[in-house]
């Protein structure tokens, strides 16, 4: 499952961070990212470990924490170099462990991966216990039998949940197997807590630029992987300069109609004047 971590907006309106030079912030991001890999402490590796991660020299790492260290962003344990420790400001406070629902949904796939059951049909059969002699001919027997064979057992069908008709209506038509999408709702059986951070998530995938280019995972993927749990993919952007499409086709027509109006008056105008024609040579005759 893909790691994540906490950033929060107020970063556009905090001093210490809009103060740094450009370069120097996406070091510091990059850095929160190593601290993310390490665990909860949100310690961070040695330099050279950092100047591999970030693609410097070992001594712009020196510099590049120096920096970040006296603008706050950056705690240092211990004063010698070789035993000191680096941590990302108060991490511990702004990445809370609740942050991740992936160990309520192990724990709740354990407790049910014992007791998985799939839907069944049972298809009754009715057994002949009659033992009495058939002394009819055999042209009676050969006519049962046929009609027998012919006869179609009725097709299995499955029951789905309200829960995952309402999942299935939500989800992108035509991405995906009901059937097998199903099963996996099955195994996972979740509960109405976990039902809302399903289709929460679903709604914010719904949304993504990615999605709304068609790039759409099979449902039985969605679910099976539990990608409502990672975060979804940027949303769309909004349209340049508020124009649709139409409108800017319309704006670009417009213009095109002009600079045709333009050429027609400038050829209608050498059309009418005949005091001078210029010949291929160069020459001007009157």
């Not at 001594?59 to 035993?83: H, K, M, Y």
């Not at 001078?276 to 160069?282: H, N, Q």
């Amino acid at each position: 499952m893909m790691q994540w971590f906490r950033f929060y907006n107020e970063v556009l309106d905090d001093p210490k961070v809009q103060k740094l030079h450009p370069a120097l912030f996406k070091h510091w991001v990059n850095l929160l990212c190593l601290a993310s890999e390490l665990g909860d402490a949100g310690d961070l590796p040695d330099d050279n470990a950092i100047a591999f991660r970030l693609r410097v020299r070992t001594t712009e790492v020196r510099r590049i924490i120096d920096q970040l260290v006296a603008a706050g962003l950056l705690d240092v344990c211990g004063n010698d170099a070789e035993s000191r420790t680096l941590s990302a400001h108060n991490w511990q406070g702004r990445q809370r462990s609740s942050d991740s629902s992936s160990s309520r949904v192990a724990r709740h796939r354990a407790g049910n991966r014992e007791n998985v059951t799939l839907p069944e049909t049972q298809v009754s059969r009715t057994v002949d216990t009659d033992t009495d002699t058939d002394t009819d001919t055999d042209t009676d027997t050969d006519t049962e039998d046929a009609k027998a064979s012919n006869v179609a057992l009725p097709k299995k069908q499955t029951s789905y949940s309200a829960e995952f008709e309402e999942f299935w209506k939500a989800y992108p038509s035509g991405y995906g197997s009901k059937k097998e999408t199903f099963k996996r709702w099955q195994i996972l059986k979740p509960d109405a807590e976990l039902c809302g951070e399903i289709m929460q998530g679903l709604a914010a995938w719904k949304a993504s630029d990615r999605w709304a280019s068609g790039f759409i995972k099979a449902a039985e993927v969605w679910i099976g992987q539990e990608l409502w749990a990672n975060p979804a993919p940027p949303a769309r952007p909004a349209q340049s300069n508020g124009r649709s499409k139409e409108g800017r086709l319309s704006a670009f027509e417009e213009t095109q109609a002009s600079i045709d109006e333009v050429f027609g008056r400038i050829n209608g105008t050498h059309q009418e004047t005949d005091e001078f024609v210029f010949e291929t040579t160069g020459r001007v005759n009157q």
